[in-house]
């Protein structure tokens, strides 16, 4: 295994139990590590620090282990994959009534790099990194015996993942058994995963918790789910007795599986749902004041890294304020950023303005996250990536 040695005080990272080293911190290389090799890391003195995967970028290693002389084998992985079964076993997520929830997130799960999320008897598997496509089948095989045997198939997703300068070629497909998308459960709902041809792995499934809060607060609401996807919260928001609920997407495609859940869920002759096919921001504008009580803001990354950070921040001011100038006295707004590069605190500062632009009271009664299936490592805040305010705007 090849020993990177890091600048003199760049341990204090490893020392916090952080998991990444960038490429500035590293003093030498002995050797010419591949991208995905294992690689040892020591301090500036010598002294071994963790073992992780190796990248030719900016993040040079994810750290596996702060353990350096701890075997990366099979049973380490089965190890971590059944450390993270276990969470969601003790989270209450495997039942009966819920067979659609994320087993591995990444840093979270002290797999940086790694994304499992199960639908029913089927895993869908991101790579984010060389190093863990390298392990994907070990990792896949295990599944079956890690979740009792409720997976039996696992479709990788990593053609769109993994990083374009690996020049790795992938197909995205089954690499272990096969099986159809077929009808799923979140907290007793249907949907219809699309880990084929859907964004992430085919659902959102870090929503939930704030799923629930929408269907809490739905009865009698008329409810306007903007970029609806394919309608999970509008799914909860019917069930939540809402008066109707309109989803908003600009994705003809989206829409029609929208349609398709929403049908999976409602009675024969129950009307209370409308799909449109249009873009958010036109919507907004010209939406009438005072027809919708409960407001969705759920739009896609606005700021995938900090380059774009001040066009992100006026995207989030102009749909928000959009939005608070014409909700009905009385409304409740759910807004949302997944943007990893904009903080809770640019993001409350964006939603401030709105208010203020808007001259609406404004307050918040819910400041939002990521379900728990998404755990968020104490030592690596960059995982808390969905930032979300729930607020009564008078």
């Known amino acids: 295994m090849i020993k990177i040695t890091l600048k003199p005080k760049k341990e204090e990272n ?9 490429s500035g911190a590293i003093q030498k290389m002995d050797g010419n590590p591949q991208e ?6 020591c301090s500036s003195q010598g002294k071994p620090l963790a073992i992780g995967h190796y990248a030719p970028t900016t993040i040079s290693i994810r750290v596996l282990s702060f353990d350096p ?3 990366i084998n099979e049973d380490f992985w089965k190890g971590r994959l059944a450390s993270a079964y276990n969470l969601r076993k003790q989270l209450g997520f495997i039942r009966d009534d819920n067979d659609a929830y994320r087993l591995v997130h990444g840093e979270g799960d002290l797999m940086p790099g790694l994304i499992i999320d199960i639908y029913g008897a089927t895993a869908v598997m991101q790579a984010h990194t060389v190093g863990m496509h390298l392990v994907s089948k070990t990792i896949a095989k295990l599944l079956p015996e890690i979740t009792e045997g409720k997976v039996n198939s696992v479709y990788y997703k990593s053609e769109n993942t993994l990083p374009y300068m690996a020049n790795i070629e992938t197909e995205d497909g089954f690499i272990l058994g096969e099986s159809e998308e077929v009808p799923v459960l ?3 709902i249907k949907f219809y995963p699309d880990w084929h041809k859907g964004q992430k792995t085919g659902f959102f499934l870090d929503q939930r918790d704030n799923r629930m809060l929408v269907e809490k607060f739905s009865k009698d609401k008329t409810v306007l789910n903007m970029f609806s996807y394919t309608g999970g919260f509008s799914l909860y928001a019917l069930r939540g007795g809402a008066k109707s609920v309109t989803s908003i997407d600009s994705s003809a495609i989206a829409i029609d599986m929208a349609e398709r859940n929403v049908a999976l869920n409602i009675q024969e002759g129950d009307n209370r749902h409308q799909s449109l096919s249009e873009d958010a921001f036109k919507y907004l504008e010209n939406m009438p004041n005072d027809k919708y009580d409960l407001i969705i803001l759920d739009p896609p990354a606005f700021a995938k890294h900090r380059k774009v950070l001040r066009n992100a921040l006026s995207g989030y001011r102009k749909i928000n304020t959009m939005a608070l100038r014409n909700i009905k006295p009385g409304g409740l707004l759910f807004t949302f950023s997944c943007s990893q590069a904009v903080t809770k605190e640019d993001f409350r500062l964006a939603v401030f303005s709105s208010a203020a632009a808007a001259k609406r009271r404004v307050r918040i009664l819910h400041q939002l996250t990521q379900s728990a299936d998404h755990p968020i490592n104490i030592y690596h805040p960059e995982g808390e990536y969905l930032k979300g305010l729930l607020l009564y705007v008078e």
């Open 69 to 71: 002389t701890e075997p």
């Open 14 to 22: 490893l020392e916090r139990f952080h998991p990444w080293i960038f």
């Open 186 to 188: 979140e907290n007793g």
């Open 36 to 41: 995905g090799d294992l690689v040892s890391i």
